[in-house]
T-cell receptor, first 118, second 113 residues
Framework: NAGVMQNPRHLVRRRGQEARLRCSPMKGHSHVYWYRQLPEEGLKFMVYLQKENIIDESGMPKERFSAEFPKEGPSILRIQQVVRGDSAAYFC????????????????FGSGTRLTVV | GENVEQHPSTLSVQEGDSAVIKCTYSDSASNYFPWYKQELGKGPQLIIDIRSNVGEKKDQRIAVTLNKTAKHFSLHITETQPEDSAVYFCAASKGASYDKVIFGPGTSLSVIP
């Protein structure tokens, strides 16, 4: 049973290019979350998606960033016109249900995509 | 929104000693508190979690305590081993079913052999 799969592991982009990060959740998990981690910092929430729905995008910058989780295929985090400040590790997590409530679930994280903007 | 604070930011202990990491949260509606361990170059891994209807939970050398009145929760690692060296994150989630987890800033634990 494969875990959360993220690819690529490392991505180098020049300023102004687009970055596409992919995440395939664990089998049976329909909730996907994206977090950003700057060097020596914590995990900052970006966006929470279910299949074909964005549940919460309160942590995602309004410009240049978008996310989707289509009916078929992986979740995609897209960063347009990347800048040096976008360099970070981007982690995807999945769960079988939401994290809140009396029956909230813990996350399973992928190994992350390390984005470097040069 | 929810805010989670964590102390200390770095912690060094001798092998065999105990390590304690403390967290506070701001939203009294939070009711799920997971802890994650992140080793260098890897994604965070869930190691233990506790819900608000429980004051303490133990799993071998790891224990978590929760004080809902004070909005404090702590991770205790006993008989530390070098492989416990990692960054540890506490986190909190609110009561809504469709909610995400908010993380603390992390504690870098070093266990000295």
């Amino acid at each position: 049973n494969a875990g959360v799969m993220q690819n690529p592991r490392h991505l180098v982009r020049r300023r102004g290019q687009e970055a596409r990060l992919r995440c395939s959740p664990m089998k049976g998990h329909s909730h996907v979350y994206w977090y950003r981690q700057l060097p020596e910092e914590g995990l900052k929430f970006m966006v929470y998606l279910q299949k074909e729905n964005i549940i919460d995008e309160s942590g995602m910058p309004k410009e240049r960033f978008s996310a989707e989780f289509p009916k078929e295929g992986p979740s995609i985090l897209r960063i347009q016109q990347v800048v040096r400040g976008d360099s970070a590790a981007y982690f995807c997590a999945s769960s079988p249900g939401g994290a809140g409530g009396a029956t909230g679930y813990g996350y399973t994280f992928g190994s992350g995509t390390r984005l470097t903007v040069v | 929104g929810e805010n989670v604070e964590q102390h200390p930011s770095t912690l060094s202990v001798q092998e065999g000693d105990s390590a304690v990491i403390k967290c506070t949260y701001s939203d009294s509606a939070s009711n799920y508190f997971p802890w994650y361990k992140q080793e260098l170059g890897k994604g965070p891994q869930l190691i233990i979690d506790i819900r608000s209807n429980v004051g303490e939970k133990k799993d071998q050398r790891i224990a978590v305590t929760l004080n809902k009145t004070a909005k404090h929760f702590s991770l205790h690692i006993t008989e530390t081993q070098p492989e416990d060296s990692a960054v540890y994150f506490c986190a909190a989630s609110k009561g809504a079913s469709y909610d995400k987890v908010i993380f603390g800033p992390g504690t870098s634990l070093s266990v000295i052999p």
